[in-house]
């Protein structure tokens, strides 16, 4: 790899003048899972490397507080806190969407060194891009390889866009499903934004997946989804992968509402569908299928079939708009608590 | 005639516990990337990142100039010459006289600047030191200037430099000018335009359309006699051998000229003779060590492009030289496993008969090689049944990496395009087939004489086989129709026959193996095989511990050095049934050669001494010695045998129980099917493996095991993925180059299918051969549509699902 200077601030306050106000020549390290990969095989070349791992405190830990009206607890997790917590942290109890797609993610090594703030700001695993020897569109170039290449993992929802990368991200969609906010430190100070809003579609070398300045940190996501008194939230995600150890998804949805007490129909509903498009996505039309609804084999179906609405695969990836329709409607259903039809 | 294996067995083919497994866990073991030399260098190779392309032109100054540089070398053919003249900075060069002397001599004249070196005994010399008829290897940068590459991986160069980061950073120093040339990296590219040519070889395109095709009987009639006929087009794509180890060694030189290599590599013995014969140093002068080795499956055999490349920066720098691949290296441009795809009609009657075989199929060997499944095999396991048949092949070259031999080469191929058809005509006839395996299982050969042998009874074999399979995975209660019904997450069970050989070595040198016994008891085996993984170290301490009454643990294992005698490389499954005998005939000549020293000494004879464990016995004047005080009597002594062994010496009369070959293989593969996500589980895998004479029993179902875990992977997940636009392969790492983890392998269950009068057979490779076409049965069986190329991943399934296994 190419040489870099290392810094490793202990503070949030002294890391951000430590970063640059355009991409290219700073990265910041977290769990060094992706960064270091990219490194090795020449496909980031920075020439400061800021490392967060020198920074303790609320960036590292998991905190709770009692939620609003009895509702599920409002949960702050620092960007710093490893993976391998949230999948075991007893304080995500009430957010099994989160936690499972936290469990899921790659193995073992990777749980124990990536982190929240890594996992949601990464890179994309797109094979264009990560070969140096292809100058793509997120490298300076002209093209976009995947396009009429092989792209069996690339995007279904291509509508618009120049790039048809997946964003990466296994705990993006929960938390969008959960409405979660992310808190990020900059220049100017501290700035909230919903996670939802935290993606974009990039489509050159000046652009990231997401929508973080180069000189802001994200330094926490809290959760505190709306459930009136005496409802009761669910959720849940489900991902399709061909293996399963040390895979990436090939699909994956979560699926958040609540019931009002007594109640058995799925209000605020909340789908998110993730490794279909350059963002993880917030459908509107499976939401509104299970809106209103008790969530029956049916409804989910339905959701799963709306979920799909809208997309368009590239020449070799049709197979995950089936793979699309079945994980909105087993994550539906898991969110319903119902017992997984899947499973002998 | 040879004493043979002992009647009376304490620890043949028992459970023996690899005796290196706890060094390897612990990382004690120190392979061929653990090998640090003082001063030591690491070199790196510089690739073409195209397809194919000419170099157009070469600068490597700004190379020269980074930090920690050492020495840089072309990928070129070595020459040597004679020096002529050297006058001023011009050097006149002749060929050296040719041994087959119609070469012509040739004449070079160089003038010698920066990009020139000029070696001499393998040390770089300046132009001065030069005087005439001196044999020199000269050097010329700007040679490869108009060398051709033809695949992404391609190797240019190669630097060292004083760390890993500062030999990359030199090889991206060097600037070359690329003419880019069209490539072709998809086999079916090649079938639409066979005449373009982008690969070498004499071909006037890219298709290899010479083989003949291989007929028998009258394939019109059979197809005319079945009753019901089906075809179907199935393929497997090329894999990689994925060796844990990545390729690669460690170089050094002595100050007497003698090169040491530390490789990961299948045979120690002709890796340092194919270095000895480059670099033009005596044979045992060059020592190859491989002490520990993390796979090789058939693509680690002689020196490679990294060893010659390794030792020559060593000789330039001074100093050791380190190249091990990386993984995209190792994927790339380290072999694989041929592609092979195929339209088989097959047709049969209702008791099973098969009429008739037909099959048309090609595949790549990448840029250059040969044929990618073995024709005359065809249709695999049951061609001696089958009356009619006709074959032909055709090779697609490509510009990718080269294949080479990987674990049984041709036969998973072979296997998959006949055994899915089989199942496929099975299901025409609406019969459970298994009784289709059973009808066309080749017959017993009455005129074989010798009655232990395959030939005579390898359809008894495969019967008990059968028998054994059906019963282990439960397949009269398990099987049903294909398609099973009702349900989202669907069962199926599934079957593949293989056959393999597993003799010794053939060639004319036989293996080697020697044992020494010390005054204070020690045994000590020295061979120069290399254990790949095998538990080859285990299997010699068992031999030899068997021989002279000890336990494996008490013997030392010294082996992986090139030195200790000959021995072949580790290919066809040769290894255990070569060296296994020779370990037992060295173990037995020590035995003799310590009763001849001890027993006068204790006024006992020679032959009336045997072992017994622990101890040996006078069985004349019954007395007995334990082993250390037997032992203790040899003084200033050693006692000491050699053994020998080798295919010819198998075959001669009597020692066929010694070692011999040819098994057969059941296995049977269960899966679960979720029709909606296509996403394949493996379940329970059945693995019924002929194999002789077991040595240690532990490590031959562990290698039976392994061959099933390789096949489940190349049944559901491996496959390199090339660009067509980009001429590169997508996927050389290990994410999307996908293999399966511990949660993704089933319950394996082994059974060795003892038959020790048949002598040691080698099954490196049989239990990796069906797996894979079980696996696609099993699929078929659970959904009723065929799913016809592997890997049987999602995407796959769902296709199949869609158009209801209409290709």
């Known amino acids: 790899m190419k040489n870099f200077t290392y810094h490793q601030p202990t503070t949030i306050a002294a890391t951000l003048p430590l970063l640059d106000a355009e991409w290219g020549k700073t990265e910041l390290l977290a769990g060094g899972t992706d960064l270091l990969d990219r490194q090795k095989e020449y496909v980031s070349q920075p020439e400061k490397v800021v490392s967060l791992t020198g920074i303790n405190g609320p960036f590292r830990e998991i905190s709770s507080m009692p939620g609003a009206a009895g509702g599920p607890p409002e949960v702050t997790i620092g960007a710093g806190v490893k993976l391998i917590s949230l999948a075991e942290s007893s304080l995500l109890g009430a957010y099994p969407a989160l936690a499972s797609a936290a469990a899921q993610i790659a193995g073992p090594q990777i749980r124990n060194m990536g ?69 990020i430190m900059g220049p100017k100070g501290k700035r ?153 | 005639m040879a004493e043979g294996w002992p009647k009376k067995r304490r620890l043949l083919g028992t459970k023996v516990k690899r005796l290196d497994g706890p060094a390897k866990a612990t990382g004690r073991a120190k392979y061929s990337y653990d090998i640090n030399r003082s001063g030591m260098l690491h070199g790196a190779i510089l690739r073409s990142p195209y397809a194919h392309a000419k170099i157009k032109s070469i600068d490597t100054s700004a190379a020269k100039k980074t930090p920690g540089f050492k020495a840089l070398v072309m990928i070129l053919p070595p020459r040597d010459w004679l020096v002529v003249k050297a006058d001023g900075d011009e050097l006149e060069l002749k060929s050296v006289p040719s041994k087959k002397k119609k070469e012509k001599e040739e004449q070079r004249s160089v003038k010698v600047t920066g990009g020139v070196t000029i070696l001499r005994k393998n040390k770089v010399v300046k132009l001065a030191d030069l005087k005439a008829d001196d044999q020199v290897q000269v050097e010329v940068e700007q040679d490869v200037v108009g060398r051709e590459l033809f695949y992404a991986g391609d190797e240019i160069a190669a630097v060292a430099a004083d760390t890993e980061e500062h030999a990359k950073d030199a090889l991206r120093a060097i600037r070359i000018e690329f003419e880019q040339l069209d490539h072709i990296v998809i086999e079916d590219e090649v079938l639409k335009n066979p005449k373009k040519k982008t690969t070498p070889g004499p071909l006037a395109g890219n298709l290899d359309e010479t083989i003949k095709d291989m007929t028998r009987g009258d394939i019109e009639a059979g197809f005319k006699d079945a009753e019901a006929t089906v075809e179907g087009t199935y393929g497997v794509p090329a894999i990689s051998h994925q060796c844990l180890e990545t390729h690669g060694l460690v170089a050094e030189w002595d100050a007497d000229g003698g090169l040491t290599v530390w490789c990961s590599t ?107 499944i073995n024709l005359g095999l065809m249709p695999y396991v049951y061609n001696d049944a089958v009356a009619n048949m006709k074959r032909s092949h055709k090779v697609a070259y490509t510009n990718t990496g080269s294949a080479r031999a990987m674990r049984a080469p041709g036969h998973p191929q072979n296997c998959v ?96 193996c020697h044992v020494f016994i010390s005054k204070d008891g020690t045994a000590t085996a020295e061979t120069s095989t290399q254990d790949l993984g095998t538990a080859q170290r285990t299997v010699t301490a068992i031999v030899v511990a068997e021989i002279l009454g000890l336990m494996p643990t008490d013997v030392i294992v010294k082996l992986g050095e090139s030195l200790y005698g000959f021995s072949s490389g580790s290919g066809g499954s040769t290894t255990c049934p070569s060296q296994a005998p020779a370990a037992l005939f060295a173990a037995q000549a020590a035995r003799e050669d310590l009763f001849k020293k001890v027993a006068p000494k204790l006024q006992a004879d020679p032959k009336d001494l045997v072992i017994e464990a622990g101890k040996v016995v006078d069985t004349k004047n019954k007395k007995e010695w334990l082993w250390k005080e037997f032992c203790a009597r040899l003084g200033m002594d050693e006692a000491k045998g050699k053994g020998e062994w080798s295919l010819a010496l198998s075959n001669e009369a009597d020692n066929a129980n010694i070692s011999s070959g ?82 993704d392998m089933p319950k394996i269950t082994v059974h060795l299918q003892d038959m020790p009068e048949r002598g040691v057979i080698g099954v490196g490779e049989p239990p990796t051969i069906s797996t894979a076409a079980a696996i696609g049965n099993a699929v078929f069986n659970a959904l009723g549509v065929r799913v016809p190329f592997l890997p049987i991943s999602p995407r796959r399934v769902l296709d199949a699902l869609a158009n209801g296994g209409k290709q």
């Open chain 2, 266 to 372: 299948q045979a120690t013995v002709s890796t340092a003779a194919g270095l000895a014969g480059r670099f033009g140093v005596p044979p045992k002068q060059v020592k190859c060590i491989t002490h520990f080795m993390g796979g090789g499956f058939g693509s680690k055999f002689g020196p490679d492009v990294q060893g010659f490349a390794a030792a020559d920066l060593a000789r330039r720098a001074g100093a050791a030289v380190k190249i091990m691949l990386d993984r995209e290296e190792e994927i790339t441009s380290a072999g694989n496993r041929p592609s092979a795809t195929g339209t088989v009609k097959i047709g049969g009657k209702k008791d099973g008969t098969i009429t008739a075989f037909a099959v048309d199929c090609y595949g790549t060997p990448g840029y250059i090689g040969g044929a990618t």
């Open chain 2, 662 to 743: 040819q098994v057969g293989g059941v296995q049977t593969a269960e899966v679960l099917v979720d029709t909606e996500t296509g996403v394949v589980r493996a379940t329970h895998f059945v693995a019924v493996q002929d194999c002789g004479l077991v040595v240690d029993r532990l490590t031959c179902e562990s290698q039976v095991a392994g061959g099933v875990i390789m096949g489940i992977n190349y049944g559901l997940f491996e496959q390199n993925i090339f660009d067509k636009w980009t001429g590169r392969q997508v996927n050389p790492d290990m994410e999307f180059y996908k293999l399966g983890g511990i949660r």
């Open chain 2, 417 to 512: 395009l006949t055994e899915f058809a089989v199942d496929d005509l099975a299901a025409k006839l609406g019969i459970d087939p298994l009784i289709i395996r059973r009808k066309n299982l080749p017959p017993n050969n009455p005129k074989v004489t010798d009655k232990i042998a395959w030939m005579a009874r390898r359809n008894d074999i495969y019967n008990e086989q059968l028998d054994i399979a059906v019963k282990l995975s439960g397949w009269k209660e398990k099987w049903h129709p294909p398609g099973k019904k009702g349900g989202t997450v669907k069962h199926g069970i599934g079957m593949a026959l293989h056959t393999w050989g597993g003799f010794a070595a053939g060639g004319t040198t036989p293996n080697e």
């Open chain 1, 192 to 344: 909230e934004v919903a996670v939802e809003k935290m993606y974009q579609a990039p489509v050159k070398d000046t652009q990231r997946e997401h929508t973080l300045a180069p000189n802001e940190v994200l330094v926490a996501v809290r959760i505190a989804p709306k459930v009136p008194a005496g409802g009761a939230l669910h959720n849940a995600s489900y991902e399709v992968k061909q293996r399963q150890t040390c895979e990436w998804p090939l699909i994956q949805a979560s699926v958040a509402f609540h019931t009002e007490r007594g109640g058995k129909v799925a209000k605020g509903v909340r789908v998110v569908l993730g490794h279909v498009a350059p963002t993880p996505l917030l459908s509107e039309s499976a939401a509104r299928a299970l809106e209103g609804k008790e969530v029956t084999e049916a409804v989910a179906s339905a959701a799963g079939e709306a979920a799909c609405e809208g997309a368009k695969p590239l020449s070799g990836n049709a197979y995950k708009v089936q793979l699309l329709k079945v994980a909105v409607k087993r994550a539906a259903l898991l969110a319903a608590g119902a017992k997984p039809y899947w499973e002998g």
């Open chain 1, 115 to 183: 982190t929240l703030g890594g996992s949601l700001c990464q890179r994309n695993r797109c094979w264009f891009f990560r070969d140096e020897h292809v100058k793509c569109l997120l490298k300076g170039g002209r093209k976009c390889y995947a396009q009429d290449g092989e792209n069996e993992f690339h995007a279904i929802f291509t509508q618009g866009h120049a790039c048809v990368i997946v964003n990466p991200s296994t705990l993006a969609p929960p938390l969008i499903a959960l409405s979660a906010i992310a808190e």
